[in-house]
């Protein structure tokens, strides 16, 4: 008998056919609750929604809304690995293949086939340049056109000819390039106090100038001529600004290539490279910002 009272007791809890409950409500109050419950949900989705809406008006698609805070462009080099190191064997072509084929696949790009669109690419000059004007980021212009950089400019380092990249020859290239940053104009060194002085020849109009040296005082000597390969030795300012993937999908940053021809072999040798401007700093925190170490490594046994 007691077990048929509970039984009684969680049925008539869902369904009380006696005074037409369902879970100890009627269907009037069900109707309530519910109605209550998609109102007040609606409004708080409408608040949301129109919050995002609102926010959304203030915003470009094409410029970003704020740059206040926005650092200094990072200088990249191909190829990398995780722990900035290359290093590779004279008599083994797969321990530098991964470097070549890195190399391939980032001056794909950069191939004059590539750039004869007229429609999309334009020559730029031949020499550096002052910044190349195309209006405002919000002008009715439209899609801009991007500046040709043939890789040939790139010499020995542009794969045409050695599709090694010096490897095989112990005579390595690396490419630098400085990262993209949406309307940024990187403005060139206005005097020398702050670049170093075997770095001060390469400073001319219109070139952010890129120069590479030992990281430490050990190798001094030990790390030999560094050839730097592109238009001027560093990143011609024509090529700037960028106006983003909507408006600039085709361009092109303009590289450096580094040639290292005379790197003492079978030795650890570690190189930093740093871009020279006036609105260009560095940070202890950020080891890309600006600049980069790298360590290079040929063996010969």
């Known amino acids: 008998m007691p077990a048929n009272k509970d039984d009684g007791g969680w049925k008539k809890l869902l369904w009380d056919s006696d005074k037409g409950e369902l879970l100890g409500r009627t269907g009037g109050s069900w109707f309530k609750i519910t109605l209550f419950y ?23 698609n094409y410029k970003p809304t704020w740059q206040d805070r926005v650092a200094p462009p990072g200088l990249s080099h191909t190829p990398r690995s995780d722990k900035g190191e290359v290093s590779f064997s004279l008599n083994d072509i797969e321990t530098f293949l991964p470097y070549t084929k890195a190399l391939k696949d980032f001056l794909v790009k950069y ?15 031949e020499d550096p340049a002052d910044y190349k ?18 890789r040939s400019l790139l010499g020995p380092c542009s794969g045409i000819e ?9 005579k390595p290239c690396i490419i630098v390039k400085l990262n993209r940053i949406v309307n940024f104009r990187p403005r060139p060194p206005t005097s020398n106090t702050s670049i ?13 100038p890129l120069y590479c040296t030992n990281k430490r005082e050990e190798d001094a000597g030990k790390i030999g001529e560094i050839k730097y390969h592109g238009f001027g030795g560093g990143f011609p300012l024509q090529y700037y600004p960028y106006y983003g993937k909507l408006l600039h999908p085709q361009y092109l940053q303009p590289l450096v290539a580094l040639q290292f021809t005379n790197l003492t072999l079978n030795t650890e040798l570690r190189i930093e490279c740093k871009v020279y401007g006036d609105n260009i700093d560095y940070n202890e925190k950020d080891r890309y910002q600006g600049r980069f170490d790298i360590k290079i490594q040929v063996n010969s046994l």
């Open 162 to 170: 050695d599709r090694e990249f010096g490897f095989k020859e112990g």
């Open 38 to 60: 998609i109102i007040f949900y609606g409004c708080l989705a409408g608040i949301f929604i129109g919050t995002i809406q609102a926010m959304l008006l203030t915003l470009s």
């Open 133 to 150: 004007n195309r209006g405002d980021l919000e002008s009715d212009v439209g899609v801009r056109k991007a500046c040709r950089f043939p």
């Open 196 to 208: 170093p002085e075997d770095a001060q020849p390469k400073v001319q109009p219109n070139v952010i």
């Open 111 to 125: 191939d004059e086939e590539v750039q004869r669109d007229q429609m999309k690419f334009e020559d730029c000059g």
